[in-house]
């Protein structure tokens, strides 16, 4: 709805194109012409009627503002597959990267999950991990762990397309832990144990 929205998605529908590097998966279908819509709520029954008249083989979420409904969830034939990016069970939740940073973490990842009714706890179908650099923030930790899914993306599909199912939804949410939305004051915390190690 921005202006500079308006002018990308101009550039990447024009001859100019080339000049543009797609920021989301939106600019990406538009840059490629891809049948796309936008939603503010894929729990909506015509969002949902959609899914299921497209015959949409599987539904892939990445840091998705919706707790999706089961039946959204099971609309696609072979489910719906979360990223998140952490290493599940343990930081499920909605700021993960925030939390393994403030914990004192050294490793991070990021874990492919089929999707049940409830936040983060369907079981895991992979999960790749790295180490996390001193110092790093929050912005730079997400990028290489959300770089990390995608340039593991395609060995996934590959396995969930030659199993044809991603398994039981099994409830996994006894296990490891959940942090919700940090304080001001942790978050400041976090800023300041940052600016110690950068000054050293």
């Given at each position: 709805?921005?202006?500079?929205?308006?002018?990308?998605?101009?550039?990447?529908?024009?001859?100019?194109?080339?000049?543009?590097?797609?920021?989301?998966?939106?600019?990406w279908a538009v840059s490629r012409h891809l049948s796309h819509s936008i939603?503010?709520?894929?729990?909506?029954?015509s969002e949902t009627q959609q899914l299921a008249?497209?015959?949409?083989?599987?539904l892939l979420v990445c840091v998705c503002k919706n707790i999706l409904r089961t039946e959204t969830i099971q609309t696609p034939q072979l489910g719906t597959?979360?990223?998140h990016p952490s290493l599940l069970p343990n930081y499920r939740g909605p700021m993960p990267v925030f939390?393994?940073?403030?914990?004192?973490?050294?490793?991070?990842?990021?874990?492919?999950q089929k999707m049940i009714a409830k936040i983060d706890a369907g079981p895991v179908v992979a999960q790749y991990a790295m180490s996390i650099a001193a110092g790093s923030t929050e912005a730079e930790l997400s990028g290489q762990l959300f770089q990390l899914a995608a340039d593991r993306l395609g060995e996934v599909l590959g396995q969930?397309?030659?199993?044809?199912?991603?398994?039981?939804?099994?409830?996994?949410s006894a296990q490891g832990s959940y942090h919700s939305f940090p304080t001001a004051q942790q978050q400041?915390?976090?800023?300041?144990?940052?600016?110690?190690?950068?000054?050293?």
């Open positions: 709805s921005s202006v500079c929205s308006r002018v990308r998605r101009v550039l990447l529908n024009g001859p100019l194109k080339r000049l543009v590097q797609p920021q989301s998966a939106y600019e939603t503010d709520d894929l729990n909506n029954p008249e497209r015959n949409v083989d599987l597959l979360n990223i939390w393994m940073l403030y914990d004192g973490e050294t490793t991070a990842g990021v874990s492919f969930v397309a030659d199993l044809q199912v991603l398994g039981p939804a099994v409830d996994k400041a915390e976090l800023r300041a144990r940052r600016s110690a190690v950068t000054n050293h």
